[in-house]
Every structure is written in C-alpha cells, then in structure tokens.
C-alpha cells in the first residue's frame, strides 16, 4: 500500500512520518504527474485551505481528486484538508466546515477527548474549524465543546484537529484500515 499525500502547502511531512513510523509507505503530490500514481488511499493535510483549493486548481488538479475521491478513493482529510472536503469546496462530503471556528486568541488548544470506536485521544487544533452541519450519511466520531471535531461517510474521514502532530498512531491506522482493499482503477490512474 502507498498513500498519496496532497504536498502543495501546509502540513504534509509530519503525515509521511506518522505513516512511516506505522509501516506505510507514502509519496507526496505536487502536480498531475504525482497525482497519477494515488491508487490506495489519499491524506488531505492541514494548512490554509484557501491556498490550497487555489493552487489544486492551477494545477489541474480540483477534478481528478473530486473525482477518485467520488468513485471512493479512501481520503483523510485534517484540519484545512476538513474544509476542503466540504460542501462549498470539494463538495465531494455531505458536511459544512465553519472556517477559524474558535476564534483568534482560542485558535490553538491542546485537549484529549473521545474518538467514537478508539477512546480517549489526544487533540491539538490550529486555528481549526469544526462541523457545522452533516447529512444523516455522516457518521460523527468526535465532539469537543459540543462541536463535531471528527467524522466519517463512506470512505471519507475528517478531523478538525491534527492527529499527525501527536504521538497516538490510532486515527492514521483506522484510515489505513478503511484504505485495505481499496483500489482506484480509473483510467489515469491504472497504468502499472
Ligand atoms: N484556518 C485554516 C483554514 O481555514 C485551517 C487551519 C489548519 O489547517 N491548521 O484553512
């Protein structure tokens, strides 16, 4: 298995480590030619989402990934990578993100809180949005202060907050678990 990580802003090395430090192997996407080698699952990291949606879209890339991640291409999206999933953005996610969401002075807090078939995980946000909305379709995992800091539809997994920069290895390995078996055969992307 190798998972493609979105390397074009924002947080994406500490990604590769975690997954490295689990037995994964990954690679970075920066342009189309890296895109066409994701086939098993996809890290949308954390960072500025509008920089982010920006630069996808000069580099071509805003369809295909809306579209892999339609025909189910396990994707993991934190924190901007959240809000780029969302229905005002990618709209590949039956959810709506709420952009900056605790405020400047608040915008960065550590907290442990429970994660819906994993327990009690450690949290840190970054000026991090939250789930202001969901469809029945979406499964919430997460909630902090009485809002959805983590959910789930289909082969879709979000978190508000950044995993990647703590030392609990649980949440990468459940989307490891929801990458098994999954392979994306669309056309660009079926060459070996
Ligand atoms: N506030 C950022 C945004 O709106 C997200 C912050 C982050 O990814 N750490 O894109």
């Given at each position: 298995m190798r998972i493609a990580i979105?390397?074009?802003?924002?947080?994406?090395a500490e990604h590769r480590q975690m997954l490295s430090r689990i037995g994964i192997d990954s690679f970075f996407v920066r342009n189309a030619a890296d895109w066409?080698?994701?086939?098993d699952g996809l890290i949308i990291p954390g960072g500025e989402s509008t920089a982010m949606m920006r630069i996808i879209s000069d580099e071509g890339l805003s369809q295909p990934i809306r579209e892999a991640i339609t025909h189910g291409l396990p994707t993991f999206g934190t924190c901007a990578g959240l809000i780029m999933l969302d229905r005002v953005h990618?709209?590949?996610?039956?959810i709506l993100a709420k952009r900056n969401a605790y405020g400047r002075q608040l915008g960065s807090f550590r907290t442990i809180a429970e994660f819906k078939e994993i327990g009690r995980v450690p949290m840190t946000f970054i000026r991090a949005p939250f789930v202001a909305e969901t469809d029945t379709d979406v499964e919430i995992l997460a909630e902090v202060d009485g809002r959805i800091v983590a959910a789930r539809q289909g082969k879709q997994l979000v978190t508000?907050?950044?995993?990647?920069?703590?030392?609990?290895?649980r949440i990468h390995r459940l989307f490891i678990d929801m990458c098994?078996?999954?392979?994306?055969?669309s056309n660009h992307a079926s060459t070996s």
């Open positions: 979105l390397a074009l802003q924002g947080a994406f066409q080698q994701t086939k990618l709209n590949t996610m039956n508000a907050f950044h995993p990647e920069l703590d030392e609990d290895e098994r078996a999954f392979k994306y055969e």
